[in-house]
């Protein structure tokens, strides 16, 4: 099975701060890769996505991602968080069938007014 | 958009009873479903991968006769947590990939199951 990790487990910033969450994974082969958040008492939403093309990847509300396969990782970014930010969020890998589909660990973002 | 509704979202059992969950996709069909598991503050564990008309795929760990999967449409996955213990008490949560074609799965809103 394929692993995913994230080693920021719990981010705290001020807004407008610059977010970075790192994510990496560990699959030889080719892969899809996602940034999924959480909100508080909601359901996963999608981020972003990359399936192939430009490695920077931008997604809804401002977050972007960049590909490195050399490193095997698909870090998120932000510019300028914003409290509405505060979330969990999750990085997510599966293979080109889509057949397997797995998490990291999660990162709980806490963003301070 | 695509989307994936999940019943119930809350369950309370009593130990050694049994509890389905229902995972529907309402304007797609899905070929492949995910049941995952998420623990308080930790990541969504997949329990296993479901196609429709076959059987479930396992993740090592996961007790199949204890988390059964039936796949028997491609709008709907069933999860039944089968004598059910306080430890089974978590969020469940199902996915699932649309058959038109993508690898992007679309999530359920969650089931929180809880054992007394």
């Known amino acids: 099975a394929q692993s995913v990790s994230q080693h920021n487990h719990h981010v705290i910033l001020s807004e407008a701060a610059s977010l970075e969450l790192g994510c990496n994974y560990s699959y030889g082969g080719t892969v899809n890769l996602f940034w999924y958040v959480q909100y508080p008492g909601q359901h996963l939403q999608l981020l972003l996505k990359y399936f192939s093309g430009d490695p920077l990847v931008k997604g809804i509300k401002g977050f972007e991602a960049e590909f490195i396969k050399s490193k095997f990782s698909f870090n998120l970014r932000k510019p300028s968080v914003q409290w509405s930010d505060t979330a969990e969020y999750f990085c997510?890998?599966?293979?080109?069938?889509?057949?397997?589909?797995?998490f990291g660990t999660g990162t709980s973002l806490t963003v301070i007014p | 958009g695509a989307v994936v509704s999940q019943h119930p979202s809350r369950v309370i059992c009593k130990s050694g009873t049994s509890v389905k969950i229902e995972c529907r996709s309402l304007d797609f069909q899905a070929t492949t479903m995910f049941w995952y598991r998420q623990f308080p503050k930790k990541s969504l564990m997949l329990m296993a991968t479901?196609?429709?008309?076959?059987?479930?795929?396992?993740e090592q760990g996961v007790e199949k006769d204890k988390f059964l999967i039936n796949h028997a449409s491609l709008t709907l996955s069933t999860l039944t947590v089968t004598s059910a213990h306080p430890e089974d008490s978590s969020f469940y949560i199902c996915s699932a990939r649309d058959s038109r074609g993508g690898t992007e799965a679309f999530f359920g809103q969650g089931t929180r199951l809880t054992v007394v």
């Open positions: 479901s196609n429709e008309g076959s059987k479930a795929t396992y």
């Open positions: 997510a890998v599966n293979d080109y069938t889509g057949n397997q589909f797995y």
